[in-house]
């Protein structure tokens, strides 16, 4: 095999681990595949986001764009934060949410709000030379009845003087699942957003949320829904139907597919995502697609 397909073989081999969310220790996940995404990111894919990110903001410069979910070492993902961070900025993003998971028993609330510490510290103690600091926010995945459900908070929640807040507020999500109704109720007083993300996708456990059950008892309440997922692989407009926002995202366990599908907002009329969302005028907007193919055949075969 020359050089080139043994590069290719490779790029395939790891983002169809990546792609197919494989249930391995992420320890062993670390190990097998950060070097293999690494090489992907570097040989070809990194720079083809990020020439499509700097066309799509010339042709709308008053959009903000940016990942909504993804996960780093805090909980499932393979990466850290600081290298989720500097590489979203390196791509061109304008804000990213980190959603670690949160769910008794085996996602504990303590890591995801030391993620959210984190993200805090990498603003303050902003580490990649060249590049502005990218715009965060608390977050995380939380496991409901019904599903997963994203909670954002208001940018106040990433300071240290607020986690105990957090803390006291959401500890009991360490003991027993909720339901989703409830779960997003919880997110108001913090000034923050509920987002429906992978709807219809079922797993052997509570994942993606019936759009039937979203119809019926969620309008009105969650704020927002995944309409374009590049690692789930589909493109819809469920946001329409049920009055919600459209969210673009990635679900990126691997620091290799951020950026690839992304949520905008108009920065003339909304201060923040937050306000765009609850305004309900965001979109969701597909950026690159060089690796839905592979990614798709990877979810038929793993
Ligand atoms: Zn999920
Ligand atoms: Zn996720």
Known sequence: MNRRGFL???AGFSIALAGAQLAIPVTAKCKMIAPLTDLVGKTF???????????????NPHLKIGETHCHSIFSDGTYSVDKIMGRAARLGLDFMIITEHVQPHLYP????????KERGRCCDEWNHPGLDPIDVYPAFELS???GHLILVMDKDYLKPKFLGELKTRFSHLDQKMISMEDSAKMVQPLG???IIPHPERERAYPFGVPISFARQYLTGLVDAIEDISTGHG?????SQELGMASIGSSDDHFNLIIGTTVTGYDSRKHKNLLSAIKARETLAVKINESLDDILGMARLVL
């Open 8 to 10: 290719k073989s490779i």
């Open 45 to 59: 894919l990194d720079q083809r986001i990020k020439d499509n990110i700097a066309k799509f903001k010339q042709d």
């Open 109 to 116: 609330l303590e890591h995801a709000l030391a993620s959210i």
């Open 144 to 146: 409901t009845l019904q």
């Open 192 to 194: 923050g957003v509920s």
């Open 234 to 238: 589909y493109e819809e407009n469920y």
